[in-house]
């Protein structure tokens, strides 16, 4: 086989067969097959697509490219959770504590910034100390003694999902179902959870900004999920705007701790309401939804929650005293507010261009050696359907290069759109998608 041959025959919009796409997942891998090759090859499948079949072997090849775990050795049923990625999007360091401070046992294996979108693992090394890198052993130990691990993608976990999703993050190659949908479920395979609770995102700062793209997206993962054995439900969740307040690294970890506290954004909050009690129900710890949205209640309220969050923090390494004192936090050095130049409401927000803010900032990624500046960021102080008048901070913005900031502030200014008429947030939990087909929240 040629791998010419191969990028030829996707260009030209052909079905590849398994034996194909195990070569090129494999050989790419094993380091038999440039960058440069793999770059043109995942252009190809972003115009022309790939079918089911194609997407589930796409899925099953790069599972098999590295370890599959056992995660036998931790008692109880593991859930996994999964966000298709957006901007603001630090629900897994709220959730993953929140559902562990339950008794469901969350490993959780994450990614880095992708696009436009930021990355939990990113956001953690904002913490002193915190390893985002730590041994399988480590990882099962620590399941099993406090009930929850936040890591990386270990080096031989889905390998060739690691080296291609570096790849389609500066390569413009991300938005595309097959290729979410492989990478995303080829690490849920390969991590052996029981159960998986997904977070699709749509809207304007989601990778599929149609809600129809979205609920495709859901479905062809839940159906490799079911055919694999899994029990798996996809929640579709508003992106049309940031989720919560703040966008950069450390500036959301801070915002995941206040909600922890019961602090924080009511959007973030019922977010992580929804995609608790599924993770609940599919851990066994609760009967229906409304019993696990109580006992996730209770955890916020009684800071079992925040302590589960201390407690992680400390058994991968990281200093605990950052989770009860946010100050401790690396700050920006140049803090700029942003003023409305117009009076009215916000009728919408350009989602990816504040993503596109943080990028701009040096928040992102723009080549696979970047190097990310996790201070930086952005506070929106104005969401969609807010009144603002002219002069007021809609928005702060975190840099350290001041070089930055002008085009930055007017990015930030264009992703506004403010009208005179009121305007009003889209719902943030729109369909719940399963092996049965979707249905309205
Ligand atoms: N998250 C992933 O792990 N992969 C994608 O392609 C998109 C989001």
Not at 164 to 170: E, G, M, P, T
Not at 185 to 198: E, F, H, R, T
């Amino acid at each position: 086989m040629r791998m010419n041959d191969l990028i030829a025959k996707k260009r030209d919009g052909l079905e590849l067969t398994t034996e194909e796409i195990r070569y090129v997942v494999f050989e790419y891998t094993n380091g038999n097959i440039p960058d440069y090759q793999i770059s043109a090859f995942l252009m190809a499948v972003y115009f022309n697509g790939m079918n089911k079949r194609e997407t589930l072997d796409l899925t099953m090849a790069m599972r098999d490219s590295g370890d599959v775990l056992d995660l036998s050795q931790i008692d109880g049923v593991k859930v996994d959770k999964h966000s298709t990625g957006g901007v603001g999007d630090k629900t897994t360091l709220v959730l993953a504590p929140m559902v562990a401070a339950c008794g469901v046992p969350v490993a959780k294996m994450s990614g880095r910034g992708l696009g436009h979108t930021g990355g939990t693992i990113d956001k953690l090394e904002s913490i002193d100390g915190y390893q985002t890198s730590i041994s399988e052993d480590v990882f099962i130990k620590n399941v099993n003694n406090i009930k929850i691990a936040v890591t990386g993608q270990t080096a031989n976990l889905a390998p060739a999902d690691k080296k291609i999703y570096a790849l389609r993050d500066v390569t413009a190659t991300v938005d595309n179902i097959s290729l979410i949908a492989s990478s995303i479920m080829s690490k849920k395979l390969a991590l052996g959870a029981d159960g998986i609770v997904l977070d699709v995102k749509t809207g304007s700062g989601a990778f599929m900004k149609e809600e129809k793209d979205a609920i495709s997206l859901a479905q062809e993962m839940v159906d490799i999920g079911t055919g694999a054995g899994k029990d798996i439900v996809a929640v579709i969740t508003d992106m049309d705007q940031p989720l919560g307040k703040a966008v950069g690294n450390s500036l959301e970890v801070i915002e995941a701790i206040e909600t922890l506290k019961g602090k924080g954004p009511d959007d973030l909050m019922e977010l992580c309401y929804v995609l608790g009690s599924y993770m609940l129900v599919l851990g066994k710890k609760a009967k229906n939804t409304e019993e696990a949205r109580e006992m996730l209640k209770d955890v916020i309220e009684t800071g079992k929650a925040l302590d589960k969050f201390a407690q992680l923090v400390e058994a991968q390494g990281g200093n605990p005293e950052f989770v009860y004192d946010t100050g401790k936090f690396k700050k920006a050095s140049i803090v700029m507010e942003v003023q409305s130049a117009r009076s009215g409401y916000v009728e919408k927000i350009h989602t990816g261009d504040i993503g596109e803010v943080a990028l701009i900032l040096g928040g992102g990624r723009t080549t696979k050696e970047s190097i990310i500046d996790l201070s930086v960021g952005i506070i929106l102080h104005k969401k969609v359907g807010d009144k603002v008048e002219k002069g007021e901070t809609i928005a702060t913005l975190y840099a350290n290069d001041p070089d930055r900031l002008s085009e930055a502030k007017d990015r930030l200014l264009s992703a506004y759109d403010i009208t005179v008429t009121p305007a009003k947030a889209d719902i943030l939990v729109k369909w719940i998608v399963s092996k049965n087909g979707a249905k309205k929240y």
